[in-house]
């Protein structure tokens, strides 16, 4: 059987393969069509939303809720005679005016391929191709077989698009969908870069998204049953109580979530597939949104459940276990954002999730950024990594005006090819003070099995006449270094944010739990991983180095700090930067540091004087 060809795109602007997935049994051979169809948009017509009296809020999945002065919410408008045509399903979205569903999975290893066959589909561009190839098989005698119906042609896919085809495919009827690795000519460098530009399109108009994160296990089932409930009880908008919730109190987080070890396993198992680390499903979902469907094995669950259930067991602040919520941030992140992030928050999110090309850092997430970034940014594969990034980085500098872009780089993580700092094909004149020489570096603060002794090397760092010690600018010691370990994330600094706690609070929280006294057992880990403080800490300063200058400023950095290197403040950056000589003029960019006492502007205004 040949291997099937692909047909150019007659209009790559416009134009997408859609294949269409033919009914089956679970092992039957897996059969499809590929068409070429224009991707257009439906006219929606967008309802208004008239208030009358109450509060009306907008749900993440921008359903209308209202809010009566004693806090209850519902979704019916509070005057009866308010049509609920105005605001009850909201159709305020383009879809395509072709139904299919896009496909959003892990592409998995090369090895194992499987054959799928493809059929001439009535009125393809291939015809004439299909043609071609039957004359010549009846020319050489080798026609007998073939039937009138079509020509069928094999086409490789990895095994793990093969098991999601089976799973979704319908036993009588047909299915269409786009998958890229099929509905893509791979081996068309000039295509694949022109329908990469194409994805914040084809995954915001497509009427379906499947999540497929893969087959069943002994535990998934457990875990999505356990999750649908949850997410039943709440909504995101921060989190408050779903209307229509069974339960009073399991929408907040200060209530226990009533669930013993082998459900919290259950649902680590779940959040810990490798789908979840893969970078380009970030565009896929968040652009896809509600219509997002979640598939493991054969059970689903929509997203927008899946989402809050997300949201709620990460801002569990009782009984979740801090390693599943330490392992597992990226899944909450995902959960949490939206389209409406700078470049450089979407770089930082998703530093670790993975991806083939390296390119890819900046083209899996380009669906997401701000129409006048991303048409500033076309993806070519024909281009080096190095002129990726560096016109990325340009772009956002030009548009943006800030230097929050170049606060993601790292001189230690080369390898994930972050910005190709290793050796930079251009170079920046930026204006700022130089404030301080490091004159200690500290142990690195990261202990992967055990919370406790995480906590007790970052109270090694300090001095043990805390208590007594003043700093630089005259606070006291003790509320200096449990600020610097949290990076004042506080009340006091953010005083609109009713979530964070105080200062007075995050050094009582600090005295109790980080020193030396934590002897790293099970007990003591279960006791202070429920402190909010601690939380914030073994979110902010986890794996950082303690970081002390020469003139006394003390703070957290990366653990690529050397002594020697100079503390800058640069103007449109919103963090201290770490930079090393390289040159007599030049010098490397190390990574952005917390360092107390010039996080505000002080390295240029001065410090404010005490009340």
């Known amino acids: 059987m040949e291997r099937y060809q ?19 049994e679970f092992d039957d051979q897996i059969r499809v069509q590929i068409r070429h169809v224009p991707l257009l948009a439906k006219e929606i017509a967008k309802m208004p939303t008239i208030l009358t009296g109450w509060n009306v809020y907008e749900t993440r999945e921008r359903r209308i809720i209202f809010w009566g002065p004693d806090r209850n919410k519902s979704w019916d408008h509070p005057d009866p005679d308010f049509s609920p045509e105005l605001y009850g399903d909201r159709q305020d979205r383009e879809v395509a005016s072709v139904d ?10 090369e090895q194992n391929m499987e054959d799928i066959h493809v059929l001439a589909a009535d009125g393809s561009t291939t015809r004439g191709k299909l043609k071609s190839s039957f004359n010549r098989l009846r020319l050489s005698g080798k026609t007998k077989g073939l039937k009138k119906a079509g020509f069928t042609s094999r086409l490789p896919v990895r095994q793990n698009i093969a098991i999601a085809l089976r799973h979704i495919r319908h036993t009588t009827t047909r299915s269409h969908f786009w998958v890229d690795a099929i509905s893509i000519n791979q081996d068309d460098t000039s295509e694949r870069s022109r329908q990469v530009s194409r994805m914040q399109e084809i995954y915001s108009l497509a009427p379906r998204v499947i999540v497929w994160l893969g087959e069943s296990s002994s535990t998934s089932t457990a875990a999505l049953s356990t999750l649908e409930y949850l997410g039943g009880q709440c909504l995101l908008y921060y989190l408050i109580r779903h209307p229509e919730a069974r339960e009073r109190d399991r929408w907040d987080p200060r209530t226990p979530l009533p669930y013993d070890i082998q459900t919290w396993n259950a649902i680590s198992e779940l959040y810990g597939r490798s789908y979840f680390n893969r970078l380009w499903i970030w565009q896929e979902i968040v652009l896809a949104d509600d219509r997002a469907v979640v598939y493991c094995g054969g059970e689903k669950l929509d997203w927008p459940t899946f989402r809050r259930a997300v949201v709620r067991t990460f801002q569990q602040q009782s009984n979740m276990p801090e ?16 389209t409406d992030y700078a470049l450089d928050s979407y770089m930082y999110e998703t530093r670790n999730q993975q991806c083939a090309d390296p390119r890819d850092r900046i083209y899996a997430i380009r669906g997401l950024l701000d129409r006048g970034l991303a048409n500033r940014i076309t993806p ?10 560096k016109d990325a980085v340009l772009a956002f500098l030009e548009i943006d ?14 390898a994930i090819v972050r910005l190709p700092s290793h050796h930079p094909p251009y170079k920046l004149e930026l204006l700022g003070v130089r404030c301080a020489t490091l004159e200690h570096v500290g142990a690195q603060a990261i202990d992967p099995e055990c919370v406790g002794k995480t906590l007790k090397m970052m109270r090694d760092w300090f ?15 003790v509320d200096v270094h449990a600020t610097i370990l949290c990076g004042n994330v506080l009340a006091d600094a953010f005083v609109r944010n009713e979530g964070y706690i105080t200062r007075a ?16 057992s099970e007990e003591s880990n279960r006791e202070i991983a429920d402190d909010r403080y601690v939380q914030s800490i073994l979110g902010r300063s986890w794996g950082s180095v303690l970081l002390k200058t020469r003139e006394g400023y003390v703070g957290t950095g990366p653990p690529s700090a050397k002594q ?7 103007l449109g950056s919103s963090l201290p930067l770490l930079l090393r000589t390289a040159l007599p003029k030049d010098f490397q960019v190390v990574g952005a540091v917390y360092m107390h006492g010039l996080m505000q502007g002080e390295a240029f205004l001065g410090y404010l004087p005490s009340p």
């Open 564 to 570: 020697g290197d100079v503390v800058c403040v640069l």
């Open 6 to 24: 692909y047909e150019p795109l007659q209009d790559q602007g416009q134009d997408i393969r859609l294949i269409t997935l033919l009914p089956g």
């Open 323 to 338: 390693q599943l919520r330490r392992r597992f941030q990226h899944v909450n992140a995902l959960a949490m954002f939206g």
């Open 505 to 520: 609070d995050a050094r009582k929280s600090y005295l109790a739990y980080i020193s030396p006294k934590d002897d790293g």
């Open 100 to 109: 299919f569903a896009a496909l959003s999975y892990e592409w998995g290893p």
């Open 380 to 389: 070519d594969y024909g281009r080096t990594v190095a002129d990726v990034y």
């Open 463 to 477: 001095p043990e006449d805390l208590c007594d010690a003043r700093y630089i600018i005259g606070e006291s010691l």
């Open 401 to 414: 005006g800030f230097l929050d872009l170049v606060n993601q780089c790292d001189i230690g993580s080369r």
